[in-house]
């Protein structure tokens, strides 16, 4: 008998894929307008693939640092890089 160990971290959330997730969520759902205009958005589209890249590329083209080449723009691109965009895309729909 061989006994496997599973070695990852679990880098899960409060239920969410990892921490970069749920505060992404968190921030765009707060607030009753922001979730409405999300809300929208993602109904706006054809299926949840579609849903997931236009939450992506929303957030990330309203970065303030992205015209800035420092240790704080690349920090918050790695952050960013690691969310469940599909994830919250499918938290709208299921709402």
């Known amino acids: 008998m061989q006994i496997q160990y599973n070695t990852a971290p679990d880098t899960s959330y409060n239920g969410w894929t990892n921490y970069e997730t749920w505060l992404v969520n968190l921030w765009i759902t707060n607030d009753y307008n922001d979730y409405q205009y999300f809300k929208e958005l993602v109904d706006g ?10 939450l992506q590329d ?28 599909f994830e919250i895309a499918q938290g709208f729909t299921e709402d």
Request: aromatic share 8%; with cysteine.
């Open 45 to 54: 589209c054809n299926d949840l693939v579609e849903a997931s890249q236009t």
């Open 58 to 85: 929303y957030i990330e083209e309203g970065n303030p640092l992205n015209e800035d080449s420092t240790i704080y723009t690349d920090l918050l691109r790695a952050s960013l890089g690691a969310v469940n965009w």
